[in-house]
Antibody, heavy 124, light 108 residues
Framework: QVQLQESGPGLVKPSETLSLTCTVSGGSLSSYYWSWIRQSPGKGLEWIGQIYFSENTKYNPSLTSRVTMSIDTPKNQFSLKLSSVTAADTALYYC??????????????????WGKGTTVTVSS | EIVLTQSPGTLSLSPGERATLSCRASQTVDNNYLAWYQQKPAQAPSLLIYGASTRATGIPDRFGGSGSGTDFTLTISRLEPGDFAVYFCQQYGSSPWTFGQGTKVEVK
């Protein structure tokens, strides 16, 4: 059974870059979309973006100027970098697997497996 | 982006009762690409329903999803103790994917 585990610093200084990694165990990165989502009391659940293979990325327009996602297939990991962070980026960050689904010529993905989440606080 | 509005904010019910949760979209959700998640305290959201009405693997049939276009419903036919949680809807028909603010189902 596939499991996802987020890892990374729990404290990031303002203006620096938040870096998180999601390690996938019990399954392959191939044929799935991989997403990052965050949750905070003020904003609720917010989808950050997704990556499919190494080149195909889709980011939330509200964050696109600061977000970079990447995949490390040999390590079975994918990563999130969020630059120029502020206190508003303080949240619980989740990684999730997206299962591809196509109907009526429109393909998308729903998130069927989530990691437990990791808390990131932005503070000096 | 599509804004999802869930109602009610809180639903107070007893075990065995029926729960009806609503999710309304600000514009049509393409292909009814609408999912429902359950979140219990200190846990990640867990997929219940995708495609508006298809139960995810292992989800009991007391959970049912319905609706299309802009109006969607999650129904829990008979609440069990483990069903008291927060429920979120999420659309993945058009980017950016967006979530509703959640409905809390609590014990009356």
């Amino acid at each position: 059974q596939v499991q996802l585990q987020e890892s990374g610093p729990g404290l990031v200084k303002p203006s620096e870059t938040l870096s998180l990694t999601c390690t996938v165990s019990g399954g392959s990165l191939s044929s799935y979309y991989w997403s990052w989502i965050r949750q905070s009391p003020g904003k609720g659940l917010e989808w950050i973006g997704q990556i499919y293979f190494s080149e195909n990325t889709k980011y939330n327009p509200s964050l696109t100027s600061r977000v970079t996602m990447s995949i490390d297939t040999p390590k079975n990991q994918f990563s999130l970098k969020l630059s120029s962070v502020t206190a508003a980026d303080t949240a619980l960050y989740y990684c999730a697997r997206g299962r591809r689904f196509c109907a009526n010529g429109l393909c998308s993905s729903y998130m069927d497996v989530w990691g437990k989440g990791t808390t990131v606080t932005v503070s000096s | 982006e599509i804004v999802l509005t869930q109602s009610p904010g809180t639903l107070s019910l007893s075990p065995g009762e029926r729960a009806t949760l609503s999710c309304r979209a600000s514009q049509t959700v393409d292909n009814n690409y609408l999912a429902w998640y359950q979140q219990k305290p200190a846990q990640a959201p867990s997929l219940l329903i995708y495609g508006a009405s298809t139960r995810a693997t292992g989800i009991p049939d007391r959970f049912g999803g319905s609706g299309s276009g802009t109006d969607f419903t999650l129904t829990i036919s008979r609440l069990e103790p483990g069903d008291f949680a927060v429920y979120f809807c999420q659309q993945y028909g058009s980017s950016p994917w967006t979530f509703g603010q959640g409905t809390k189902v609590e014990v009356k």
